[in-house]
């Protein structure tokens, strides 16, 4: 039940299924896009709570954070099999269809609008979150009292390890392959990592990540991993892309507004 949960939040978020094929008309994600610039398209009130949440973090980072930078994702071609470095002038076009403000939410018709042509939801930072949190609900509503979810970078627990005390989670340190660098000790919490080490490819010698800052189209390089503790997994997921693109000074600004929020910065 709880994998079939994952699997109907996925399933509404991807939005690389072919154009024309069934799967592609039942996804929500893939009917905003294509009728961006026409009009506004009903969906699962999911996908209105994921952008919800979206726009509260594009608000809290002033832009750095924003879920309409499909069409820059898919210039650097980082869903396919060839990404590379694009041109000034190409990337210029495609961060002129990223913005917040031309993402129009309606809860009550439950309708997401993109008032221009071209412009692309990416809910990459959102999706696997909300996906795990969604599933832990499950195994709670079926009575399930100590679990563990690892959605890969990001993972939620609830109860205490089998002996009463807590999971025990390490954080990965950048640029290596097997050590630590942390070790959190979680209870009825989330962990979510992003970092530069997880998707990226090397062109001359450079490497680029798939964590873009929207200002500039580039990936953000302020910091090489942010871990984000906080007790909803789709928050933390959001939290953990959101301060990845910001200054750690920034950064952390936000996390020590916010209540049962924690970050580990690299
Ligand atoms: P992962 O998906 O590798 O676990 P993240 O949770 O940090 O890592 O999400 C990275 C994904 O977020 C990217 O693949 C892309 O889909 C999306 N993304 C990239 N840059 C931004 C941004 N500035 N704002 C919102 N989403 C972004
Ligand atoms: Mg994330």
């Not at 990223?98 to 930072?125: E, F, S």
């Not at 009825?188 to 090397?202: E, I, L, M």
């Amino acid at each position: 039940e709880a994998y079939a949960e994952m699997r109907r939040i996925a399933d509404l978020t991807d939005r690389f299924p072919l154009a024309g094929s069934a799967g592609h008309a039942a996804r929500d994600v893939c009917r905003i896009n294509d009728m961006a610039g026409i009009g506004p398209v009903r969906v699962d009130p999911d996908v209105i709570t994921m952008l919800e949440l979206s726009r509260k973090h594009n608000a809290r980072t002033r832009g750095a954070f924003d879920v309409t930078i499909g069409p820059v994702m898919d210039l650097w071609g980082f869903g396919g099999k060839h990404p590379h470095v694009p041109g000034d002038e190409e990337l210029k076009s495609s961060l002129a269809m990223v913005g917040d403000a031309h993402m129009h939410l309606n809860r009550k018709d439950r309708t997401v609008y993109l008032d221009k042509p071209g412009m692309r939801l990416d809910l990459g930072a959102v999706a696997k979150g909300y996906a795990t949190e969604k599933a832990i609900q499950v195994l709670k509503r079926n009575g399930i009292e100590k679990a563990i979810i690892d959605a890969g970078g990001t993972i939620r627990v609830i109860g205490t390890h089998a002996r009463g005390v807590p999971w025990r989670i390490g954080i990965k340190k950048p640029g290596s392959t097997e050590d630590i660098l942390a070790v959190l000790s979680l209870q009825d919490s989330a962990a979510a990592t992003s970092a530069g080490y997880y998707r990226y490819f090397d062109s001359g010698r450079r490497r680029f990540h798939h964590i873009l800052n929207p200002g500039t189209g580039y990936p953000a390089m302020e910091n090489e991993s942010v871990t984000v503790v906080a007790g909803d997994a789709g928050l933390a997921d959001v939290l953990s892309t959101a301060l990845f693109v910001l200054k750690p000074e920034e950064a952390l600004e936000i996390v020590n507004k916010l209540t049962g929020v924690e970050a580990v910065l690299v």
